[in-house]
T-cell receptor
Framework: AQTVTQSQPEMSVQEAETVTLSCTYD???????LFWYKQPPSRQMILVIR??????QNATENRFSVNFQKAAKSFSLKISDSQLGDTAMYFC????????????FGKGTMLLVSP | SQTIHQWPATLVQPVGSPLSLECTVE??????LYWYRQAAGRGLQLLFY??????ISSEVPQNLSASRPQDRQFILSSKKLLLSDSGFYLC???????????????FGPGTRLTVL
């Protein structure tokens, strides 16, 4: 079974600074997908970024980028130039590429961006 | 464009009462549909998924059941609610031949259920 661990329950950062959220996972699969989802106070889950394990290049979406270390089974999210609107719960998630397997989420990291 | 609706937005129910939460998707056909529960301070737990009308797969044994009477309608039910059923329930959809392949899951706004 796959597990996803987010070791930082809460983090704080000031506006315009950079912050990195950690995520590790455990799987015996060789190919899979990793995601970061954002859940703001409105509770609407929004996909931030995704990474395919067979791609060595780290995914980037505007101010959001990941550091994917497959051997270490690590998938961290870096938010550059943090904005107040980035305040949210961030979830790391894992899914194998085929079959009807479970989409596994971590417990989340609450990020607070302050002025 | 596709949209996903959930209702009600909030619900307070006594222990032992029945439950029916509804999720509908617009703007797509034959979506894969999912029900998740988010308990306080915890991540999302997949409860059910469906790849077609009448096809339901359960991920965890529990007091809840799901049904898909129409292509874009997904219902979460219970005959008798327990205190432990309290939480935030999210419905999601995706496209794809298999539920968890290459495609993003899009989430609804959620229903906050409190069982007293």
């Amino acid at each position: 079974a796959q597990t996803v661990t987010q070791s930082q329950p809460e983090m704080s950062v000031q506006e315009a600074e950079t912050v990195t959220l950690s995520c590790t996972y455990d799987t015996s699969e060789n190919n899979y997908y990793l995601f970061w989802y954002k859940q703001p106070p409105s509770r609407q889950m929004i996909l931030v970024i995704r990474q395919e394990a067979y791609k060595q290049q780290n995914a980037t979406e505007n101010r959001f980028s990941v550091n994917f270390q497959k051997a270490a089974k690590s998938f961290s999210l870096k938010i550059s130039d943090s904005q107040l609107g980035d305040t949210a719960m961030y979830f790391c998630a894992f899914v194998p590429p085929s079959g009807y397997s479970t989409l596994t989420f971590g417990k989340g990291t609450m990020l607070l961006v302050s002025p | 464009s596709q949209t996903i609706h959930q209702w009600p937005a909030t619900l307070v129910q006594p222990v032992g009462s029945p439950l029916s939460l509804e999720c509908t998707v617009e703007g797509t056909s034959n979506p894969n549909l999912y029900w998740y529960r988010q308990a306080a301070g915890r991540g999302l737990q997949l409860l059910f998924y469906s790849v077609g009308i009448g096809q339901i797969s359960s991920e965890v044994p529990q007091n809840l059941s799901a049904s898909r009477p129409q292509d874009r309608q997904f219902i979460l039910s219970s005959k008798k609610l327990l205190l432990s059923d309290s939480g935030f329930y999210l419905c999601a959809w995706s496209v794809g031949v298999t539920p968890f392949s290459y495609n993003e899951q899009f989430f609804g706004p959620g229903t906050r259920l409190t069982v007293l």
